[in-house]
């Protein structure tokens, strides 16, 4: 008798596995999408390029090689070269911060304080992020702070995807909800005509709502991995040292207390040019450069020993970057193919053919899968605003309601898709695998679904 064969476990593919297979479905839909686009011209008043409602139309097919696959994929990493870089610089200043042991201080002097009600953190951090997300419209820009969600996390005793969760989410929420958000509500509505920032009340009612959602989502889980730590998602995977402290208590010392100064400072000029200065990851690159050389300037660090800890940090985390750029080759196969504003065109006129009651809601789902393939909010709008806003007028749904429909639908995907340079922030800064996060994700991402067809209906049942 033939011994039986040792079945081999399941291994989740890498996230290289994945977004290679999803730009090779990407050119092989070239073949088969016929090209097609819309007139574009540039709006005087506020110089942005925008699209003109009914004027799609069929041109010639430029299908994408497959032998061209390898040069799209360099494409789409220089196309990303800012996030890019600016993730290496952020993984090599963080290396030296951390490496100063003030985030291991300060993590215990915070776990200490929160001994017994831990779960008050998740929380606290969830409704400031939103507020980022909310006013600044910071998505991709928080995940210098994950690092020390994690840290904070893991030394109340909790797993470093609550760290993550509770600081993503919450820049995930405030920016879906948009309240003063300039670059996904301000853009839309904007363009919808219709005077900027209006309708808060019921976006703040919605920011409520999600808060509400991820507090309670998160700390089950968080309450769950606890009494078990093998129900953690990422349970099995080899943890990180650097977010894992001892019990010994540490006294802040004068050195401690000047690095922590650089950082506060560092991270209240950042938050000053993002809000009033219109910065970017040019400027932000420069203030973390800055940042990790002054904290290891104060802890006497060598000119050597700075360079060696940056190298060090930002070779740790170059897959994760690599990730960021790779994710951009979905959209520019399409684009290159001219088979983007077909799609857009094809999504939008299935929502015209909805019943009455269901076209807000179709609307939603409909900019959930716009996402898939225009990946920033900003540009998302300028395609579909100019094609959602006549069709609102034809339908009898208001423009606010279409922009509430643009701004759920962008908000919400962002969390799970490969393609969302945000998430895929998160998952390089925390070294979460994207399956892993995935399987967290999912559950929450279908509830927060539910809640957004709910919000629709009521935006048309109050006339929104």
Known sequence: MKPLKEKKPFQAPHTFVILVALIILAVAATYVVPAGEYTRYTDEATNRT????????????????????????????????????????????????????????????????????????????????????????????????????????????????????????????GFTAGILNPFNVGVAQDIAEIPMFSGMGYRIFILGVLLVIDTVYITWYAKRVKADPTKSIIYGETEDQEFTFDDTEEALNLTHGLTLAVIVAGFAILIYGLSKLGWYFEEMSAIFIAMGVLCGIVNRYSPNKIAATFGNGAKGIVVGALIVGIARGVELALSDAMILDTIVHAIASIVNILPQSLKAIGMFLAQSLVNCVITSGTGQAAVTMPLMVPVADLIGITRQTAVLAFQLGDGFSNSVLPTSSALMGYLVVSKIPYVKWLKFMMPLFLIWTFFGCLFMLGALMIGY
Not at 115 to 140: C, D, H, K, N, Q
């Open 50 to 173: 925008l699209v003109e409602a009914g004027s799609f139309h069929y041109v010639e097919s430029h299908p994408v090689s497959f032998l061209t696959v390898p040069a799209l994929i360099y494409r789409a990493i220089v196309k990303a070269a800012s996030t890019v870089t600016f993730i290496l610089i952020i993984g090599g200043s963080f290396e030296i911060i951390t490496s100063t042991g003030i985030l291991t201080v300060l993590c215990k002097k915070m776990a200490k304080a929160f001994r017994g009600r831990e779960y008050f953190v998740i929380p606290a951090f969830l409704l400031l992020f939103s507020v980022f997300g909310t006013t600044m419209g910071m998505s991709a820009e928080v995940m210098i702070f994950v690092p020390i969600g994690i840290a904070l996390a893991a030394s109340l005793g909790l797993d470093k995807v609550t760290g993550t969760a509770m600081i993503a989410m919450g820049a995930a929420s």
